[in-house]
């Protein structure tokens, strides 16, 4: 199995930062895309920002220019640094990643972590 974990929520003021971190474990071969999601109350669940296994990176037009995606190959991590923080931000942050989970497999599989809380106050 794959597991993802999320840390680095928590409440914060506008205009302030946050950094999420996901480490990807369990029954691994390899990870293409990695990414985050966010999904605020009352609303559907939408990209914020993707990272490829080569480094190429997309980002939602709301968040480009304060946020950050990283990850550490070595680690199998990927971060999210957020800045300029907006209560328009406040929603539940969940990572992903696409994983290929043994070399005789020839299929990424998404899976999600549990979500960690972002909320910013004004």
């Known amino acids: 199995q794959v597991q993802l974990v999320e840390s680095g929520g928590g409440l914060v003021q506008a205009g302030g930062s946050l950094r999420l971190s996901c480490p990807v474990s369990?029954?691994?071969?390899?990870?293409?895309?990695m990414g985050w999601y966010r999904q605020a109350p009352g609303k559907q669940r939408e990209l914020v920002a993707t990272i490829s296994s080569g480094g190429s990176t997309i980002y939602a037009d709301s968040v480009k220019g304060r946020f950050t995606i990283s990850r550490h190959s070595a680690k199998n991590t990927v971060y999210l640094q957020m800045n300029s923080l907006k209560p328009e931000d406040t929603a539940v942050y969940y990572c992903?990643?696409?994983?290929?989970?043994?070399?005789?497999?020839?299929?990424?599989?998404?899976?999600w972590g549990q979500g960690t809380q972002v909320t910013v106050s004004s």
């Open positions: 992903c990643a696409d994983v290929k989970q043994s070399v005789s497999t020839n299929f990424f599989m998404r899976y």
């Open positions: 369990g029954s691994i071969f390899s990870i293409n895309t």
